[in-house]
């Protein structure tokens, strides 16, 4: 029983580090979104303020 025990803990604690592996993957993905639309926000947003009547 003393082994069932061992055996247990240690799956249960490499399915833990692999859910918290999987999540800060998906973290870091949707930081990287998430800079590369505020970059994208930040020269629009410069491109606005430099040259703003430039459609009329």
């Given at each position: 029983m003393e082994l069932f025990d061992q055996v247990?803990?240690?799956k249960k604690e490499?399915?833990?580090i692999s859910?918290?592996?999987e999540k800060l993957t998906q973290l870091n993905t949707n930081h990287k979104k998430?800079?590369?639309k505020a970059e994208r926000?930040?020269?629009k947003f410069n491109h606005?303020?430099?040259q703003p009547n430039r459609r009329k």
């Open positions: 247990y803990a240690q490499e399915n833990t859910k918290c592996e998430a800079s590369k926000a930040a020269k606005n303020i430099t």
